[in-house]
Antibody
Framework: EVQLVESGGGLVQPGRSLRLSCAAS????????MHWVRQAPGKGLEWVSG????????GYADSVKGRFTISRDNAKNSLYLQMNSLRAEDTALYYC????????????WGQGTLVTVSS | EIVLTQSPGTLSLSPGERATLSCRAS???????LAWYQQKPGQAPRLLIY???SRATGIPDRFSGSGSGTDFTLTISRLEPEDFAVYYC???????????FGQGTKVEIK
């Protein structure tokens, strides 16, 4: 069974940093690109960042470019999101998602980890 | 930058009725890059349709997708109680890599 379990969320002050993790199991992790998608409270979905299976291709939404860094450790079946210079507008539930092999859509999602940026 | 606009914002229907949801792109997109997701309250989104018209694994055949160019449609032929949810369309671009979601359509019980 495919499982994606996010962790690392919490309450953080504006300007501070946070690192999210996603532990993957139930599939061959390095066969798949992985992404982060977020959802602000009561709002829609926003793509944040994605990374190819071998970390050779990485992309970011304009809203987080220069502040967030995505990475992965295939030996540990883990995906990460380093978030620096956090702003109130980064407050959201952050989902870890898997991309269908050979395609570009998200076939599995974790349950999310909540990040709240507030003083 | 491609913008996806979904309509209507809210659709009020009764179980057994047909639901038709629209997703319009600000410029022409490849059909292979268009997907639909369902999200129920307190749950993560679930992939329904990819490639504009291919159902994901385990998705009932009452869900169907169609469209091309700038206009895409998700149809639920006969609404079941579990289908009342929010639906999002999504498009992805390769160069530069970027994924875009529509703002969502809520299908609520009338």
């Amino acid at each position: 069974e495919v499982q994606l379990v996010e962790s690392g969320g919490g309450l953080v002050q504006p300007g501070r940093s946070l690192r999210l993790s996603c532990a993957a199991s139930g599939f061959t992790f390095d066969d798949h690109a992985m992404h982060w998608v977020r959802q602000a409270p009561g709002k829609g979905l926003e793509w944040v960042s994605g990374i190819s299976w071998n970390s050779g291709s990485i992309g970011y939404a304009d809203s987080v470019k220069g502040r967030f860094t995505i990475s992965r450790d295939n030996a540990k079946n883990s995906l990460y999101l380093q978030m620096n210079s956090l702003r109130a507008e980064d407050t959201a539930l952050y989902y870890c998602t898997r991309v269908i092999s050979g395609d570009y859509v998200f076939d599995y999602w974790g349950q999310g980890t909540l990040v709240t940026v507030s003083s | 930058e491609i913008v996806l606009t979904q309509s209507p914002g809210t659709l009020s229907l009764s179980p057994g009725e047909r639901a038709t949801l629209s997703c319009r792109a600000s410029q022409s997109v490849s059909s292979s890059s268009l997907a639909w997701y369902q999200q129920k309250p307190g749950q993560a989104p679930r992939l329904l349709i990819y490639g504009a018209s291919s159902r994901a694994t385990g998705i009932p055949d009452r869900f169907s997708g169609s469209g091309s160019g700038t206009d895409f449609t998700l149809t639920i032929s006969r609404l079941e109680p579990e289908d009342f949810a929010v639906y999002y369309c999504q498009q992805y671009g390769i160069s530069p890599p970027k994924w875009t979601f529509g703002q969502g359509t809520k299908v609520e019980i009338k």
